[in-house]
């Protein structure tokens, strides 16, 4: 009476890929057949949200089922800024976090995770030290090319072993755009399923590429294919690269038993202009906490138990992906600690089942900006990115403007929160009047979650709050045999600093 | 030899509806699983526009093929402004124009219009004068209820008499927005494809209910049935009846050789706030020429015929309509005037065709304000709305400000447009350098297609200079047997004054 279960995740960890950027889900461009195709096999969840407008805390949130506030991926050197993991950090995931592929192993799980991994890059932190078996991808963003001498460019690792540098090894044609690294995570997950079918072994697949952020690359095939220049073609290859993945599941017959999830780790970063990605309908992007930030493109993908073509309204998020998984493996989540996961398995099984009503929560940094709750969104607080950073060209929502919304100073709304009803006015443009009935009523169910919310929360301890050169990926393990080792400057930590 | 051929042409002329309320063009919402089935089943067009952002120039350019400038539906009592027929206006449809109807004829096809018409509403220009044999509907926009004493409710006809009025027989109940009024078009619809098919006849339906326009209104089966109110409520019905006017095609075995094209006639108006629609990823709404204004969704149908859910990037628009159905029907288009329209039918038909270069152009009113060719697209002239306007609360594009681009001055750019490439940049918010090679080329290209389009251009008699209220519906043919008939006020005609 074993059910043999077989569970890929597919965090498309797209930095940059934003709700807008699916066919499915409005881009005039329609570069994802693919995806398109897997919503049309699968569920769609237009509701669906990372835990964090950034990279690092929404991928750290993901593998711990938990808020970024409990698990330490957020900073406290300044009030309600973002951080995530440069280089130059020198924290990474708590030891004190119990990750997906720890509880997975429990019930013989392979897990490997390709592409960026984002969760520290000390040797402490790195994937085979938290619960993964195989890693083929780097720990940080493939900023650069770097000099080696001030910087050192992103390792490469194979496992536990660095097997090349990013500009080096691993070529990244910034002129061009050409690198053929999403072909190569492409290969390393399909050489992984294959490998586990073979075993009969239940797999667990983190397939994070990263081919969207920005340096944007695609493979020689790609690139100048799309309508909309090199993220375009980037996206063209990720959504070919996801139907290569299905129809391999379907080839070894294991499709059946494969539970896939599509999701991006943040909204698409509206700063890089024309060569980022869309958020769609929704106001901002990136780096903050209107939907722009935070409302992801999400499809769950599971043939013969997901019903095809369906549509779930649930509100969920990241960390469920935690708990689902969990609940899909026959495992019980951990009972020490607080989780903010639900488990969606009712949901992905029974079209037809009842929305649970449940609260999302809107963090920057160490601050709860908003809350939605139903249809209901309430501000706390509002910040788009400082005057000083507009005054350099950085703007978070180009081309929107809500008066007293964008705001370009941290603006705190707790007495009177902004209340918008997000299925009437996604773009968060028309704040419900605070004279109204309704204004009062949505307050009313909202205020005391938040005050519980506020009540029961131990945070963690704030992992991003310290950088240092000296910890850079100057000698990373492995560097010997390959004689790239490089010397690293003397250890002088500094706070670091977050500017938004 | 003969090939029976019936065509349907649904033209949803749901005024407010735009670009971004399908679910496959990305509405949060997903209240369009017939037409997302019916995209799924035929052809996706995001590159299709209207002839203007505002319904009746809309209308005429379908129906004549022709650009509101040449078919005289535009006005030039003031520059550049957006003009339509009240039921105060003295003009209509000129008796110059061919419409699709009366060349539709030469080949045996019945026509019917269901809904609005709204290409004037004095005898002379209805539209079983111009070539339709049939027209269960309306003249003139819904507005209403009026006291029938300083304006008249607007008639509904059915053919060339009027059976009763809006809010009277014809009940909209604002308060609520329950109305039937959509289900009596489906019916009418249902039952004028089954006679015409019985008859052997082909068939020209026009159906163009108008739910989604103000005041919004839906079947008590839908109402509260949406994420987003009242506005999705109706999205939902009409997306139902598509959904049952497609199938009953199946059902009566026509559907093979039933071309259905399903279009808007404006972008969603953005100014109604959470009432209205959704223009997706693009600029600004109705009355503009953003692309919010102007770009609409489009899905070509035609089983065995049109592949499967392939998309096509040919840039379109509605007065491809008219000479594409000239072609299906085995009629040659009119020689003897201009013609806007191109015969979409190799786009249809081969999913391959490569994509014909052809311009957009977009008019307000009396002045072409903007081009577009390939992903290019120039703006010689900008305007939203003006500051008086915004005083009083009217926004054409709230939450949204491009600098320089969503003026509230009408703007000259011609002697150095504002270009945009629409396909990395569909929002319009990051004009390309004109320093640049790529704008240089651009305007190389784009700059001689103005110039022969303004040097050959006959602009039509302008029909919509002149208002009346002496014009109004007071006594419509078939008043008289109802007892509906209302006195007239003398005629006392003043130049219409159109504020954008």
Redesign the interface.
């Known amino acids: 009476k074993t059910i043999h279960l077989i569970l890929i995740l597919i965090l498309a960890s797209v930095k940059g890929m934003g709700w807008?950027d699916l066919?499915?889900?409005?881009?005039?461009?329609?570069e994802t057949p693919n995806l398109d195709a897997m919503a049309?096999q699968g569920m769609?969840l237009?509701?669906f949200y990372t835990a964090n407008p950034l990279c690092s805390p929404s991928r750290a949130a993901l593998l711990t089922g938990r808020l970024p506030i409990r698990n330490g991926f957020y900073t406290t050197n300044a009030h309600a800024r973002n951080a995530y993991t440069p280089q130059e950090i020198v924290g990474g995931i708590s030891k004190d976090e119990i990750l997906l592929p720890q509880m997975l192993k429990k019930k013989g799980y392979a897990s490997k995770i390709i592409g960026k991994w984002h969760l520290g890059h000390r040797p402490q932190y790195l994937p085979l030290e938290n619960g993964f078996e195989e890693w083929f991808g780097a720990p940080n963003c493939h900023f650069g090319p770097y000099d080696s001498s001030n910087r050192p460019n992103i390792p490469v690792y194979n496992n536990s072993e660095m097997v090349g540098r990013y500009y080096e090894e691993f070529v990244i044609d910034r002129k061009t755009g050409e690198s053929n690294l999403t072909e190569i995570y492409l290969m390393e997950g399909l050489d992984f399923i294959y490998r586990q079918t073979m075993a009969q072994r239940p797999f667990f697949l983190y397939w994070a590429p990263d081919a969207t952020h920005a340096p944007v690359y695609a493979s020689k095939h790609f690139l100048g294919r799309?309508?909309?220049?090199r993220?375009?073609d980037a996206v063209m290859e990720l959504d070919y690269s996801v139907g290569q993945i299905l129809s391999w599941l379907q080839t070894l017959s294991i499709a059946n038993n494969t539970f896939v999830f599509f999701t991006s780790d943040n909204g698409a970063a509206l700063m890089s202009?024309?060569?980022g990605g869309?958020n769609?309908?929704f106001?901002c992007g990136k780096e903050t906490t209107f939907e722009g930030g935070m409302?992801e493109p999400a499809i769950a993908w599971w043939p013969g138990h997901i019903k095809e073509g369906t549509?779930s309204?649930q509100l969920a998020n990241v960390m469920d992906l935690f708990t689902t998984s969990l609940s899909l493996a026959g495992l019980s989540p951990p009972d020490d600690r607080i989780l903010d996961g639900l488990d969606l398995t009712p949901v992905f099984l029974s079209y037809s089942h009842k929305l649970k009503d449940r609260p999302i929560f809107y963090y920057r940094g160490n601050e709860l900006m908003a809350v939605r709750l139903g249809?209901y969104k309430a501000h706390y607080w509002t910040w788009s990115n400082s005057v000083e950073e507009l005054k350099q060209g950085i703007n978070f929502c180009?081309?929107?403007?809500?008066p007293g919304?964008t705001t370009h100073t941290q603006t705190q709304h707790t007495l009177q929160p902004l209340v918008f009803?997000?299925?009437?006015?996604?773009?968060?443009?028309?704040p419900i009047s605070v004279l109204t009935k309704e204004y009062q009523d949505v307050l009313l169910r909202i205020s005391p979650i938040v005050e519980h919310h506020k009540r029961t929360l131990i945070a963690g301890v704030p992992q991003l709050n310290m950088c240092d050169l000296a910890v850079m990926n100057w000698a990373p393990a492995g560097c010997e045999k390959l004689d790239k080792c490089l010397k690293a400057p003397a250890s002088d930590p500094w706070k670091c600093d977050w500017s938004h």
């Open positions: 807008g066919g499915v889900l409005g881009q005039p461009s329609k049309t769609l237009p509701n799309s309508q909309r220049g993220y375009g202009g024309i060569n869309s769609g309908p106001l409302r549509v309204f249809q180009p081309g929107q403007d809500v919304v009803h997000l299925g009437q006015d996604p773009g968060e443009k028309f």
